[in-house]
């Protein structure tokens, strides 16, 4: 099993950055893949990005490409996600999720191990 925690959110200016961060417990984090979901109030939860085990390949939503970038430190069993250019539509609590069956499980939602998720609020 392995647990994860989301650090990072917080209030931003629309054209602001945020860095999020997701540190993983418990196995070795380097056989999961992760990635990050959102969910905003009276919607689907819906992908963000996703990044394989070894950071080669990352995958992202059409509505975040050219503006967030995944990458992971194996090293701190950290994952992270850089957001710029952020819009109001952005804002939603953001979720961790990792895997050890592949980044396809990751991107579907089926990973079986989600954080408790961090607030990301965009004012205009």
């Known amino acids: 099993q392995v647990q994860l925690v989301e650090s990072g959110g917080g209030l931003v200016q629309a054209g602001g950055s945020l860095r999020l961060s997701c540190t993983a417990s418990g196995r070795a984090f380097s056989i999961y893949a992760t990635g990050w979901f959102r969910q905003a109030p009276g919607k689907e939860r819906e992908f963000v990005a996703g990044?394989?085990?070894?950071?080669?390949?990352?995958n992202y939503a059409d509505s975040v490409k050219g503006r967030f970038t995944i990458s992971r430190d194996n090293a701190k069993s950290t994952v992270y996600l850089q957001m710029n250019s952020l819009k109001p539509e952005d804002t939603a609590v953001y979720l961790c999720?990792?895997?050890?069956?592949?980044?396809?499980?990751?991107?579907?939602?089926?990973?079986?191990?989600w954080g408790q998720g961090t607030q990301v609020t965009v004012s205009s």
């Open positions: 999720a990792a895997a050890n069956t592949g980044l396809q499980t990751v991107v579907t939602g089926l990973a079986p191990y």
């Open positions: 990044i394989s085990r070894n950071g080669g390949t990352a």
